[in-house]
Nanobody, 123 residues
Framework: QLQAYGGGLVQAGGSLRLSCAAS????????MGWFREVPGKEREFVAA????????YYVESVKGRFTISRGNAKNTVYLQLNSLKPEDTAVYYC??????????????????WGQGTHVTVSS
């Protein structure tokens, strides 16, 4: 129901735009998030956005470099990755939950997950 795409190989300092498209049900009223995971580490919160796109949240390490947004139909979520660093290399996942959660950074709070898209940043 959620499909993430847009990953790839990019040099440090480069940019990528990840997309997460929803199907099967509308996610326009859901709280959407992006997480990333590297082998041997827990899934890490990256960014989240509420249904109206009025409120956005970021992990400190990506503030000023990444931007989360929603499409006009609110059923697509984007993550613009700028000024990429090798430490941003990970599998990126999009997720959705029904309604707001104060623990938006906790992957257990999300109800739906897309498959991951790989982002590799070379130095």
């Amino acid at each position: 129901q959620l499909q993430a795409y847009g990953g790839g190989l990019v040099q440090a300092g480069g940019s990528l735009r990840l997309s997460c498209a929803a199907s099967g049900r509308t996610f326009s009223n859901d709280f959407m998030g992006w997480f990333r995971e590297v082998p041997g580490k827990e899934r890490e919160f990256v960014a989240a956005i509420n249904w109206s796109a009025f409120n956005t949240y970021y992990v400190e390490s990506v503030k000023g470099r990444f931007t989360i947004s929603r499409g006009n139909a609110k059923n697509t979520v984007y993550l613009q990755l700028n000024s990429l660093k090798p430490e941003d290399t990970a599998v990126y996942y999009c997720a959705a939950r029904l309604g707001y959660s104060g623990r938006y950074f906790d992957p257990n709070e999300y109800d739906y997950w897309g498959q991951g898209t790989h982002v590799t940043v070379s130095s």
